[in-house]
Every structure is written in structure tokens, then in C-alpha cells.
């Protein structure tokens, strides 16, 4: 039966639903450390804080990268605790961490705040549901990856509206006070019930393990160390890079093509409803052909939503560009997340994936600095999309020599 079946989604879906719906809420509540929530306050928080563009977006790069630097170690945990474990120990620390944030009244608050957001939500919360999958499941893992993934869409259209309508009612602090009692009441509980084992898991997380496609487990430092590498980092850097830039400094782009926030704003319900809809075709493709098939492919395609925000002119090309940013942006993470496990095997995926999140997050703390300086710099509208376009088609091109060059020959005792 095609792995694009409704009737194997509706199946799988149904008899997986506790696990499926665990991860997604793990996705979901990643958002008070995604770049789309907290860029939502960035007018309060540099109004307060006497910052600009650039001043905000270089202190949250720095904030980024060393949530990276510190992922690379803290990410291995999922190798070694039990999930129920390391997942209430994140979810702890990032109630924390919002709790943190409602609170900080300087420069460099801002940036430990920034650091305690992006290491817990965007960092552990994500890493932990995308590894969990990949290694629950084996025959369906880019299914699984990809409904888990629709936390983010969701989150991307319920956070925003959440936060403006008590923007209206209620200051910026009391919103992430508010977000820590939600995060809370919610994932305390959906951990302790829905984390456990099911019936039809063909994978056994830490307790049975599946090889790479040359039969053999590639450590971390293995994998560092071999050609391919750098070949297949763009596709981590990339869609990071590119994607975090659009949210990060949308209030400008929408000011600069004098589109009312309300219009713009009214494009997340379509951004949302493609990304899923990409999402669930990513995640059957990699079912049905193979990560490292796709995945160059739709990383390189992100360069079109870019170059659709310079042609935007009417409330209509708002609504198109939001809906081919969301149908690429959607199918990105399925797509390259299964890709570790296809080529290195589950043994230290944990790892593995603690690597590549810390480049993603390495990226996403690029983007703001770097488009906020050419900003402040003076630079125009379509030097800042040729520089964001050609990110991704360059990571498409060398992720595809990445994943088939060589394929035959990739063994871990090549690499110190």
C-alpha cells in the first residue's frame, strides 16, 4: 500500500495516538524559545531596554550560540536517561526559563534570558520529540516525525493570537508568566501519561538499536570527522538560517512593504495550513524513497518563499508567499530529520543530533545579527533576500553531493 495512503495515516495515527500526541505537544511548547514567539515582544523589549535592531539582534545571537555550545554536551542525555526522565527535567527548565525572561530589566538579563529560552524551548524541547521518533519507530519514521512535527504549525498560529489578544488586556511581563503556568499545568502531566512504550513501536529507544545504512554505528566524533560532514551541515544551517531571518525581523519586512500588521499577521492561518499539509507529504516521501532522496531537494526550495517577499504588492501575494513558505518550510524538518538515523544508525543519535541542533541553532543566531546589521547598515530589501536566497540553494547542491557520493564506501573506520 503507497505510503501516501490516507487509510495508513488514519491507521497509524490511531493506534499510536498517546506517543504521536506526546511529541507534538513537545513541539508545541517548544515555542517560547522560537524565534516567531519572542520576536512578537521585540518592540516592548527594545523600547524598554533603549536597544536597536542590530543591538537586540546581536545579543540574541549571542544568547543562540551558546545555548548551541551547550546543547552539544546536554543533547547526549537522551542517549542515557530514560525519556520520561529528560523530559521532565527540560520542561522544568523551561518554565524556568519564561519565568526568567518575565524579568529582565537589562542588556545582559536580556541575554541570559535569551540563552535560558533557546536552550530549553528551541533546543531540548525539539531535540527531544525528533529523537524520541526516530527511534520509537523505524518503518514509518518520517511519519512519525512528521505528525509529531505539527506542534510547530499549530504553535506558530495559537502562540501568536495567544499572545496579542493579552498583549491588549495586559504587559508583555505578565504574557511569559501566564506561558509558564501553561507550560506547566499541561506537560507535567501529558509527560507522566503519554511517554511510555506502545504496541507497534518497531523501534526500542536506548534498548534496541538500529544501524546506518552501511550496517554500522557512527559515534559522534565519527561523524564529525568524515568528509560527508561538511557536505550534509547546510542542510542543518540552511533552512535555520533562512527561516529564523523571515520571523525574526518580519515587523520590518512588513513595514517596508506597507503591509498592515493585522494582513500580515493574517497570513500565519495559511502559513499554518500548507506546513502541515507539507509536512505529512515530506514525511511520506521519506517513508516511500529514503531522507537522504528528499531531503536536498526541499532545503533548496526554500529559496523560493525569499525571493516571493520581494514581490509582494497586494494583500493576495501576502497570503501566496506565506503559503509556499509554510508548504516548503513544513516538509524541511520530516525531511532532514531522519536522515542521522538512515546514515549513522540510533546507537548515539542522541549525540549525533545534539551536533546538528547546535548547528540550526548556530544558524538561527546568525540570521538576526547578520540581517540586523545589514539593516542598520542601510542596506536594501533585495540585497538582504539575495543573501537569504542563495543560503539554501547552495546547501541543496552540496547536500545532494553529500548523501550520494560516495555511498557506497561511507564506513565509521575510515574517520579518526
Known amino acids: 500500500m503507497s505510503a501516501f495512503s490516507l487509510h495508513n495515516n488514519i491507521r497509524f ?17 517548544s515555542s517560547p524559545g522560537q524565534t516567531f514567539f519572542i520576536s512578537l515582544f521585540s518592540a516592548q523589549i527594545r523600547g524598554e531596554l533603549n536597544l536597536s535592531h542590530g543591538d537586540f539582534g546581536m545579543i540574541y545571537a549571542v544568547g543562540t550560540l551558546c545555548s548551541a555550545a551547550t546543547i552539544i554536551f546536554l543533547g547526549r542525555s537522551v542517549d542515557i536517561f530514560r525519556l520520561k ?9 523551561l518554565a524556568f526559563a519564561t ?4 524579568i529582565v530589566s537589562s542588556a545582559v538579563m536580556l541575554g541570559f534570558g535569551i540563552y535560558f529560552l533557546r536552550l530549553t524551548g528551541q533546543g531540548m524541547m525539539s531535540h527531544l520529540y525528533a529523537t524520541a521518533m526516530s527511534r520509537r519507530y523505524v518503518a514509518e519514521r518520517g511519519r512519525a516525525v512528521a505528525i509529531a512535527a505539527q506542534g510547530h504549525p499549530l504553535s506558530e498560529v495559537l502562540m501568536p493570537a495567544f499572545a496579542l489578544l493579552l498583549l491588549a488586556v495586559m504587559d508583555w511581563r505578565h504574557i511569559w508568566q501566564v506561558t509558564t503556568i501553561l507550560l506547566l499545568v499541561v506537560m ?3 509527560t ?11 523501534g526500542a529507544g536506548v534498548d534496541s538499536l538500529a544501524a546506518g545504512r552501511d550496517g554500522n554505528h557512527w559515534t559522534t566524533r565519527q561523524v564529525i570527522f568524515q568528509w560527508r560532514f561538511l557536505l550534509l551541515a547546510g542542510l542543518v544551517l540552511a533552512p535555520s538560517f533562512t527561516s529564523t531571518g523571515l520571523f525574526f525581523h518580519q515587523i520590518y519586512f512588513a513595514d517596508l512593504k506597507n503591509i498592515p500588521l493585522p494582513l500580515w499577521a493574517s497570513g500565519y492561518t495559511v502559513y499554518a495550513a500548507l506546513s502541515i499539509f507539507g509536512s505529512l507529504i515530506g ?3 521519506v517513508d516511500r524513497f529514503s531522507a537522504t532522496a528528499i531531503a536536498p531537494v526541499i532545503v533548496a526550495l526554500l529559496a523560493w518563499p525569499v525571493f516571493l517577499l520581494g514581490q509582494i504588492s ?24 531522519p536522515i542521522w538515523a538512515e546514515l549513522y544508525g540510533t546507537r548515539h543519535l542522541g549525540g549525533i543530533k545534539a551536533v546538528m541542533h547546535a548547528l540550526m541553532v548556530f544558524a538561527s543566531a546568525l540570521s538576526p545579527a547578520g540581517i540586523g546589521i545589514m539593516i542598520d547598515a542601510g542596506y536594501g530589501l533585495n540585497a538582504i533576500l539575495i543573501v537569504m536566497g542563495t543560503v539554501p540553494i547552495i546547501a541543496g547542491m552540496m547536500g545532494f553531493a553529500g548523501c550520494w557520493l560516495g555511498r557506497h564506501k561511507i564506513t565509521p573506520e575510515t574517520t579518526p
Do not use: N
Open 13 to 29: 495515527i490511531t493506534s499510536q495516538w498517546r506517543f504521536l500526541l506526546f511529541g507534538l505537544l513537545l513541539a508545541f511548547f
Open 85 to 93: 526522565s529528560v523530559a521532565l527535567a527540560v520542561i522544568i527548565g
Open 99 to 102: 519565568s526568567f525572561f518575565s
Open 188 to 190: 507535567i502531566p501529558a
Open 192 to 202: 507522566l501519561m503519554l511517554s511510555g512504550r506502545q504496541d507497534g513501536q518497531d
Open 283 to 285: 514525511g511520506a516521501m
Open 314 to 337: 497586494s494583500p493576495m501575494m501576502v497570503w501566496v508567499y506565506f503559503a509556499v513558505f509554510g508548504l516548503i518550510q513544513g516538509g524541511v524538518y520530516p525531511v532532514v530529520t
